[in-house]
């Protein structure tokens, strides 16, 4: 797979350690899609709604896909994500939350905000490998987005 219409991923995930294997997973799987990574909630936020010190950014069209962790510093995910869901601009981006927990509150409380799909991180790389390809193929390539 090759990056499809640079359509963009933000990846909001605190931990280097997962980020790095996001990325590799991603990449290995032939993800080749540009990647924005942030690592707090206050600072997505700020991204997606080109404030702060990304208030240059008004006019940049916004990430086609959000890979969300929840467990983030100064805003966790699930503020994050009723943020983006209460904002017009944002309420229609597809959310991906990835993250290692296994709560059922929190998968019931992603979908109740509004998320997408709800993925554990799986602990051996090579399911963690299909996990992200499965993501990278079904929100950028097979999922038809709203229009706008």
């Known amino acids: 797979m090759t990056a499809v219409d640079n359509k963009?991923?933000?990846?909001?995930e605190d931990n280097p350690d997962d980020v790095k294997?996001?990325?590799?997973?991603?990449?290995r799987s032939n993800i080749?899609?540009?990647?924005v990574v942030l690592n707090d909630g206050i600072e997505a936020l700020d991204f997606l709604f080109a404030r702060g010190a990304y208030g240059d950014r008004g006019d940049q069209p916004l990430p086609t896909l959000i890979v969300l962790d929840l467990k983030l510093p100064k805003l966790d995910g699930l503020g994050v994500l009723k943020a983006i869901?209460?904002?017009?601009?944002t309420r229609l981006l597809?959310?991906?939350?990835?993250?290692?927990s296994k709560e059922d509150e929190d998968v019931i409380a992603s979908?109740?905000?509004?998320?997408?799909s709800y993925?554990?991180?799986?602990?051996?790389?090579?399911?963690?490998?299909?996990?992200?390809k499965l993501i990278g193929m079904y929100w950028l390539m097979t999922?038809?987005?709203?229009?706008?």
Do not use: C, H, M, W
């Open 8 to 12: 963009t991923i933000l990846l909001i």
């Open 21 to 27: 294997l996001t990325l590799r997973a991603f990449k």
């Open 32 to 35: 080749l899609n540009p990647i």
């Open 85 to 89: 869901r209460a904002d017009q601009r």
């Open 94 to 100: 597809p959310v991906v939350i990835l993250t290692s």
């Open 111 to 116: 979908y109740t905000f509004g998320a997408n």
């Open 119 to 132: 993925v554990r991180k799986p602990v051996d790389f090579a399911e963690f490998l299909e996990a992200a």
């Open 143 to 148: 999922n038809q987005t709203p229009p706008g």
